[in-house]
């Protein structure tokens, strides 16, 4: 499956922005998507998490809970993260992930995942 992340941008702090997340074919419920992050001169790290399911596993890192809500479309095979409250420290390339031999312990390690888009780039300044 090919993956493309798109909606990333130059916002300001405390305001909203929405990625999305286009998957080329259609993820049965074994599925699971996440956005990642990497800031500069960091590691890539988890934002968030859901499984393609009707009943889904969503996940979030602690520093996006309460900011951050993913979501998804299965007519469309599309998924978003609606980012809201943004600080500058989320400042980052966004980069959309998917794999269909996850267990919960692994939904959050990068290195599990198989499939990723090219990333997005999120700016958000003070």
């Known amino acids: 499956v090919q993956l493309q992340a798109s909606g990333g941008g130059l916002v300001q702090a405390g305001d909203s922005l929405r990625l999305s997340c286009a998957a080329s074919k259609r993820s049965s419920s074994r599925w699971i998507m996440g956005w990642f992050r990497q800031a500069p001169g960091k590691e890539r790290e988890f934002v968030a998490a859901?499984?393609?399911?009707?009943?889904?596993?969503?996940r979030y890192a602690d520093s996006v809970k309460g900011r951050f809500t993913i979501s998804k479309d299965n007519t469309k095979n599309m998924m978003f993260l609606q980012m809201t409250r943004l600080k500058p420290e989320d400042t980052a390339v966004y980069y959309c992930?998917?794999?269909?031999?996850?267990?919960?312990?692994?939904?959050?390690?990068?290195?599990?995942?198989?499939?990723w888009g090219q990333g997005t780039q999120v700016t958000v300044s003070s």
């Open positions: 859901i499984g393609w399911s009707s009943l889904a596993t969503i």
């Open positions: 992930a998917a794999d269909r031999h996850l267990i919960l312990s692994q939904i959050e390690d990068d290195h599990e995942y198989d499939y």
